[in-house]
């Protein structure tokens, strides 16, 4: 088969002012953050040395002029921020007003059927599962972990095995997961859990088609994922507690559980935190795990995943929408409870 340039040229073409776009958008951003407030740097460096030279009086920058220069280094963020967060926020909870088609306003009537229709109201059990389920079970894994090599004599490849997984994309850990779990009639099985299931005298079984089970299946993958995540954070709280303490309790006579309860565990009260936040917001969000492994099918689907399918697979914009602006309004929370505590730690 012969390339053929001209029937490719629009691609190229598509390419190019990507190309082109990417190095206008770079460059500019290099041009706020680095050549304006250099030139001003040294410009504010030569006047000091002007008037030092000069035994003149120290230039003093005008308060009106320090809030302007504060509000150019704040607008490229706060641009980035209106484009990519604020303006699709607007929008979406706007459609999540009208009808499918986006032409006419229904009111709450999408948030009415969340509510209401049987097959939502087990998408949210299953999200409300999941949220419950995989940022406790992975934090406490991750702190078993965390404690149980901390100082061990393979430490750094003990938690380079356990760190592993986070390494691997959600879809590459699905396809695993789903050979771990695969099934093959009455043959011989080449799935793992099937294979130790027969040969411990069992029947092997379609584990991701069997409701709930295949939800709890599935929540496995991401605290087999996110497990590493929590351990390193934890293993790094746990390695900043001071050693006096540590000594001093030893010299008391504490017993290995009291040390953890009593000294280890409040130490840590702010990095578990930070993990279960992390995690609890990561898991609001789950969505590759679901589409890989069963596509959302018996009973797996979560919010993310049928928000997905109501916008793009059944053109029900209103009622995909409405799902979005759900699990938006789930975050906030979370990530108002989140940036209360590190206040509270820095006033602390």
Same mark, same amino acid.
């Given at each position: 088969?012969?390339?053929?340039?001209?029937?490719?040229?629009?691609?190229?073409?598509?390419?190019?002012?990507?190309?082109?776009?990417?190095?206008?958008?770079?460059?500019?951003?290099?041009?706020?953050?680095?050549?304006?407030?250099?030139?001003?740097?040294?410009?504010?460096?030569?006047?000091?040395?002007?008037?030092?030279?000069?035994?003149?009086?120290?230039?003093?920058?005008?308060?009106?002029?320090?809030?302007?220069?504060?509000?150019? &280094?704040?607008?490229?963020?706060?641009?980035?921020?209106?484009?990519?967060?604020?303006?699709?926020?607007?929008?979406?909870?706007?459609?999540?007003?009208?009808?499918?088609?986006?032409?006419?306003?229904?009111?709450?009537?999408?948030?009415?059927?969340?509510?209401?229709?049987?097959?939502?109201?087990?998408?949210?059990? #299953?999200?409300?599962?999941?949220?419950?389920?995989?940022?406790?079970?992975?934090?406490?894994?991750?702190?078993?972990?965390?404690?149980?090599?901390?100082?061990?004599?393979?430490?750094?490849?003990?938690?380079?095995?356990?760190?592993?997984?986070?390494?691997?994309?959600?879809?590459?850990?699905?396809?695993?997961?789903?050979?771990?779990?695969?099934?093959?009639?009455?043959?011989?099985?080449?799935?793992?859990?099937?294979?130790?299931?027969?040969?411990?005298? @069992?029947?092997?079984?379609?584990?991701?088609?069997?409701?709930? !089970?295949?939800?709890?299946? !599935?929540?496995?993958?991401?605290?087999?994922?996110?497990?590493?995540?929590?351990?390193?954070?934890?293993?790094?709280?746990?390695?900043?507690?001071?050693?006096?303490?540590?000594?001093?309790?030893?010299?008391?006579?504490?017993?290995?559980?009291?040390?953890?309860?009593?000294?280890?565990?409040?130490?840590?009260?702010?990095?578990?935190?930070?993990?279960?936040?992390?995690?609890?917001?990561?898991?609001?969000?789950?969505?590759?795990?679901?589409?890989?492994?069963?596509?959302?099918?018996?009973?797996?689907?979560?919010?993310?995943?049928?928000?997905?399918?109501?916008?793009?697979?059944? @053109?029900? #914009?209103?009622? @995909?929408?409405?799902?979005?602006? &759900?699990?938006?309004?789930?975050?906030?929370?979370?990530?108002?409870?989140?940036?209360?505590?590190?206040?509270?730690?820095?006033?602390?």
């Amino acid at each position: 088969m012969e390339f053929d340039f001209a029937e490719e040229q629009p691609k190229f073409l598509m390419l190019m002012y990507g190309l082109i776009a990417f190095v206008a958008v770079v460059g500019g951003l290099l041009l706020l953050l680095d050549v304006v407030p250099a030139w001003f740097a040294r410009r504010r460096e030569a006047q000091l040395v002007a008037a030092s030279a000069s035994g003149a009086p120290l230039p003093r920058r005008p308060k009106q002029r320090e809030g302007l220069f504060a509000l150019f &280094f704040m607008l490229p963020t706060v641009l980035l921020l209106t484009i990519g967060l604020v303006v699709p926020a607007i929008r979406t909870t706007l459609l999540s007003l009208m009808d499918k088609d986006s032409n006419e306003w229904v009111g709450l009537a999408n948030y009415s059927w969340m509510f209401s229709d049987s097959s939502i109201i087990r998408v949210l059990t #299953n999200s409300l599962i999941w949220v419950i389920l995989v940022p406790l079970v992975a934090t406490g894994f991750g702190l078993i972990y965390a404690v149980l090599v901390d100082k061990a004599r393979f430490e750094a490849v003990a938690k380079s095995l356990i760190f592993l997984p986070m390494a691997i994309s959600f879809v590459g850990a699905s396809i695993i997961w789903k050979f771990v779990y695969a099934y093959r009639g009455d043959g011989d099985q080449i799935g793992l859990l099937n294979h130790i299931v027969v040969s411990l005298g @069992g029947e092997p079984k379609q584990w991701l088609l069997e409701s709930p !089970l295949n939800t709890l299946l !599935l929540i496995v993958i991401m605290v087999w994922i996110q497990a590493g995540f929590a351990m390193v954070v934890l293993s790094a709280a746990i390695k900043a507690i001071p050693g006096d303490i540590v000594e001093a309790a030893r010299l008391d006579g504490v017993s290995p559980w009291q040390m953890f309860w009593q000294i280890t565990m409040p130490t840590i009260r702010p990095a578990l935190i930070v993990v279960v936040v992390t995690l609890s917001i990561a898991t609001l969000k789950v969505f590759d795990i679901v589409r890989t492994a069963t596509n959302g099918n018996y009973d797996t689907s979560v919010i993310a995943n049928e928000m997905y399918n109501q916008a793009f697979r059944y @053109g029900e #914009n209103g009622q @995909g929408s409405a799902l979005a602006v &759900f699990l938006f309004i789930l975050v906030i929370p979370i990530v108002i409870y989140q940036i209360r505590n590190l206040r509270q730690q820095r006033e602390g």
